[in-house]
T-cell receptor
Framework: KNQVEQSPQSLIILEGKNCTLQ??????????LRWYKQDTGRGPVSLTI?????NTKSNGRYTATLDADTKQSSLHITASQLSDSASYIC?????????????FGRGTQLTVWP | EADIYQTPRYLVIGTGKKITLECSQT?????MYWYQQDPGMELHLIHY???????EKGDLSSESTVSRIRTEHFPLTLESARPSHTSQYLC??????????????FGPGTRLLVL
């Protein structure tokens, strides 16, 4: 069964600290993996996308890694800011063509305290 | 920020009423999607469209219907709302594969409460 599991379910950190969010998937065949940020009451916004051959991708203070062999990804947030408080969703696509579908994780709810 | 809009943002309505959730995008995207999301849960695809006059049901069974008469417009309709329809509804669109690998751009969502 194709699944995307994220951990932790929720996380509280202090402003300025780093954190790492985890995503494990069983989706096959694998096409790409995306991390989205969803602010409360808003729609998700894409942060990074990685294909099978990519191990790491950065977007400012966000760095995503991918290990396609172990089917694991992580999102590392450096020097957290209050605006980083949001839900971070891991999304895996099983094919890159029009027929590909997306598998969504339940997200990690991150809260950054001052 | 993506140019995709949803109205209303919030809707409280009584059981049995007919409702239409609006979704419009100005990016010229052919592909559009409707997702349902409950608090703390993953997004579930309920409808999608690959272009004008093309609509398909998604993975999650839904009593809603959609139409795609114009490229930029993808409304979702519930003929008779029930409390079980209470949820957040997210609309998204995506461009061709050669443009940012079909990243889906989401609207702000409609929070629906059926009493």
């Amino acid at each position: 069964k194709n699944q995307v599991e994220q951990s932790p379910q929720s996380l509280i950190i202090l402003e300025g600290k780093n954190c790492t969010l985890q995503c494990n998937y069983t989706v096959s065949p694998f096409s790409n993996l995306r991390w989205y940020k969803q602010d409360t009451g808003r729609g998700p916004v894409s942060l990074t996308i990685m294909t099978f051959s990519e191990n790491t991708k950065s977007n400012g203070r966000y760095t995503a890694t991918l290990d396609a062999d172990t089917k694991q990804s992580s999102l590392h947030i450096t020097a957290s800011q209050l605006s980083d408080s949001a839900s971070y969703i891991c999304v895996v696509s099983d094919r890159g063509s029009t027929l590909g579908r997306l598998y969504f994780g339940r997200g990690t709810q991150l809260t950054v305290w001052p | 920020e993506a140019d995709i809009y949803q109205t209303p943002r919030y809707l409280v309505i009584g059981t049995g009423k007919k409702i239409t959730l609006e979704c419009s995008q100005t990016m010229g995207h052919d592909k559009m999607y409707w997702y349902q999301q409950d608090p703390g849960m993953e997004l579930h695809l309920i409808h999608y469209s690959y272009g004008v006059n093309s609509t398909e049901k998604g993975d999650l069974s839904s009593e809603s219907t959609v139409s795609r008469i114009r490229t930029e417009h993808f409304p979702l309709t519930l003929e008779s709302a029930r409390p079980s329809h209470t949820s957040q509804y997210l609309c998204a669109s995506s461009g061709p594969a050669h443009e940012d690998q079909e990243t889906q751009y989401f609207g702000p969502g409609t929070r629906l409460l059926v009493l």
